[in-house]
Nanobody, 116 residues
Framework: QVQLVESGGGLVQPGGSLKLSCAAS????????MGWYRQAPGKQRELVAT???????DYADSVKGRFTISRDNAKNTVSLQMNSLLPEETAVYYC??????????WGQGIQVTVSS
């Protein structure tokens, strides 16, 4: 069994920064792609950013230049540095990972609120 646990969420003012982290624990042989998604109230879950085991990244157009995804393969962690946050980016943020031998695993989600 494997778990993904997110941390670092909370309340931040518009224009502020926040860093999310996600750690995988349990029976992890290796992790392929890792990513961050978010779901705002009343909206579908959407991709924020992904990163492969070799470090290749992909971002939603709306966050390019403001968000940075990174990972530590030795520690099985992925992080998301979020700068210049907007109120409309208030959402529950989820990390996921394709974990060998388990397949796609999701974290429980963490709230990010951007408000003054």
């Amino acid at each position: 069994q494997v778990q993904l646990v997110e941390s670092g969420g909370g309340l931040v003012q518009p224009g502020g920064s926040l860093k999310l982290s996600c750690a995988a624990s349990g029976n992890v042989f290796s992790i392929n792609i890792m990513g961050w998604y978010r779901q705002a109230p009343g909206k579908q879950r959407e991709l924020v950013a992904t990163i492969t085991s070799s470090g290749s990244t992909d971002y939603a157009d709306s966050v390019k230049g403001r968000f940075t995804i990174s990972r530590d393969n030795a520690k099985n962690t992925v992080s998301l540095q979020m700068n210049s946050l907007l109120p409309e980016e208030t959402a529950v943020y989820y990390c996921n990972a394709f974990v060998i031998p388990h397949g796609l695993v999701w974290g429980q989600g963490i709230q990010v609120t951007v408000s003054s």
